[in-house]
């Protein structure tokens, strides 16, 4: 996933955490002046990528899978997610958020942006921060939900502060692996006066923004009646549309709103599994990368995609776009740099990560070319977006370090996470009266 997308059968080097070699049959020497090897991995014949960069999920709603199918995006949020997320304790949210890892290294995610409820995120950075993943988290603000529990009811002021806060203490933690961002959760349950400090405080300090915008066409209806605009203009006459601002879904976005994006380097995290499970509609993914605008993929949460896997997301992505405008309108190179590099690119880490690059961090994933539906492997651009699936990752490493070996978390104890969420969940149900 370099800048000219080479293909390479050969070897790659990696010294403290860092790739410094990548070529064909490579000696298997040591350069002058470097220590010999720790260990030589082969990988048979197998795939290696950049980790996928998934830059839209919530860690916190893993524990929901299963918990809110069959409901379109307004009613799912006020019968469901929300309640569930008020009854979320420190606990339980650090479960569901192990658990999610979990998952998410398993199935070759090695980044992720997420947005976490609007209490007890420390919990949520506390559980992630030792598995290894590199994330990027935002605490939810919302201080304009009138449908919404009380405990997701939260003065402007108060959370921008708590913000900021998390920012302080955790910001560049875990080696640098650990990044915090603004979170509102969109138009619908944010009041002005709260988008316009998050827009001041993005444009002072440079902090990553991360919401939802026109998901829904129930949702940009009400912003607009609200304030007669359409959503994405209305965060732009904010001031939130920029490089920073990384907008999850934009499913129902004109012609004029897209421009604006193009114009100001608005980043659209594409999510297409959520978007079909909520009856949302098909985000128009061709015209958006056609007006050059950045586009990423992510799952969303468990709650509206019970799955967390890329594989699924790049061939949902490519698949619906064939059906709007044509084979080939989305390829298989277009998708697989969507995950990767795009990912990256959305969370300013295009420098550090989403390319097997001398000089970025080893984020790498290896999937295995040797099960059945992956023959005969003739191009490894349609083997990987049509044909692979999660269950193929045999090793995911961040920074170097081994996470996931022969399709095993060895990070990760996984029976006591599968354990501690399920108990954690039937506490959850309880606290929210679904028991």
Avoid at 87 to 102: F, G, K, M, Q
Avoid at 218 to 234: I, K, Q, S, W
Avoid at 238 to 244: D, F, H, I, Q, T
Wanted: hydrophobic share 45%; charged share 20%.
């Amino acid at each position: 996933m370099d800048d000219d997308r080479t293909v390479v059968s050969g070897d790659v080097w990696i010294a403290d955490g860092v790739i410094t070699r990548v070529g064909p049959a490579l000696p298997g020497t040591a350069p002058p002046g470097t220590p010999p090897p720790d260990r030589e991995i082969d990988a048979g014949g197998g795939y290696l990528l950049p980790g996928f960069v998934q830059t839209h999920v919530h860690l916190c709603q893993t524990l929901f899978r299963g918990l809110a199918d069959d409901l379109p995006l307004l009613e799912w949020l006020k019968q469901r997610v929300w309640p569930l997320e008020a009854a979320h304790t420190p606990a339980t949210l650090a479960a569901s958020a192990r658990l999610a890892v979990h998952e998410l290294l398993r199935t070759g995610t090695t980044t992720v942006l997420t947005m976490e409820t609007v209490h007890d995120t420390d919990a949520v950075l506390e559980a992630i921060a030792p598995t290894g993943i590199r994330a990027t988290v935002g605490k939810c603000l919302m201080d304009d939900g009138g449908d919404a529990p009380a405990r997701l009811h939260e003065p402007w002021r108060a959370g921008i502060d708590a913000s900021i806060d998390l920012h302080r203490r955790w910001h560049g933690q875990a080696d640098g692996r650990i990044r915090i961002a603004l979170a509102p959760r969109f138009a619908v349950s944010c009041s002005r006066t709260l988008l316009e400090a998050v827009a001041a405080e993005s444009s002072a300090s440079g902090i990553l923004v991360h919401t939802h915008a026109s998901e829904n066409r129930d949702e940009v209806a009400f912003v607009r009646a609200r304030t007669g605009l359409g959503n994405m203009a209305y965060l732009a006459q904010l001031g939130l549309a920029s490089p920073r601002l990384c907008a999850a879904h934009c499913v129902w976005v004109d012609a004029g709103e897209q421009a604006i994006m193009a114009e100001r380097g608005v980043h659209v995290l594409h999510c297409p599994g959520s978007n079909l499970k909520l009856g949302s509609g098909v985000a128009p993914i061709v015209a958006l990368r056609a007006q050059g605008i950045g586009v990423s993929l992510g799952a969303d949460g468990a709650a509206c995609n019970n799955r967390l896997d890329m594989f699924d997301e790049m061939r949902l992505a490519a698949t619906l776009q064939a059906e709007r405008h044509g084979p080939g309108s989305l390829t298989a190179r277009d998708v697989l740099l969507m995950a990767t590099r795009g990912g990256a690119e959305a969370l300013g880490l295009d420098a550090e990560i989403g390319s097997i690059t001398p000089g970025k961090r080893a984020d790498l994933i290896l999937v295995r070319a040797d099960a059945p539906h992956l023959a005969p492997g003739t191009d490894p651009w349609s083997t990987l977006v049509y044909a692979a699936r999660g269950t193929d990752v045999a090793m995911t490493m961040v920074d170097g370090r081994i996470l996931v070996e022969d399709g095993v978390p060895i990070a990760l104890d996984a029976g006591a996470i599968l354990a501690e969420s399920r108990a954690a969940a039937r506490t959850l149900m309880s606290r929210a009266g679904l028991l």
